[in-house]
């Protein structure tokens, strides 16, 4: 079982930016795809961006494309999320996710880290 902290949250200011930090518990980490989701007050949770065991493959949800990049480390067993010309819409806390599976689905996904708050200020 695969524990995952994610880390890098805070206040910006619109058109700012910040990175996300993604850290596995285990060596394991390049058996899985792992994903971003997050998820606002009163509101689902959303996928953002995920990418591939090995990092070859990326997707990302419409909201985000061109504005944010997904990557990983396997060496280091962490995912990032770079987020650029941050925007109000995208206050949030902001989850990373591992599975076998390669999917936007947030129900497929067996571990969650435990969040990390996001707010844009206009």
């Known amino acids: 079982q695969v524990q995952l902290v994610e880390s890098g949250g805070g206040l910006v200011q619109a058109g700012g930016s910040l990175r996300l930090s993604c850290a596995a518990s285990?060596?394991?980490?390049?058996?899985?795809?792992i994903g971003w989701f997050r998820q606002a007050p009163g509101k689902e949770r959303e996928f953002v961006a995920r990418?591939?065991?090995?990092?070859?493959?990326?997707w990302y949800a419409d909201s985000v494309k061109g504005r944010f990049t997904i990557s990983r480390d396997n060496a280091k067993n962490t995912a990032f999320l770079q987020m650029n010309s941050l925007k109000p819409e995208d206050t949030a806390v902001y989850y990373c996710?591992?599975?076998?599976?390669?999917?936007?689905?947030?129900?497929?996904?067996?571990?969650w880290g435990q969040g990390t708050q996001v707010t844009v200020s206009s």
């Open positions: 285990e060596r394991t980490f390049s058996r899985y795809n």
């Open positions: 990418i591939s065991r090995g990092g070859g493959t990326t």
């Open positions: 996710a591992a599975d076998g599976s390669y999917s936007d689905d947030p129900r497929v996904y067996d571990y």
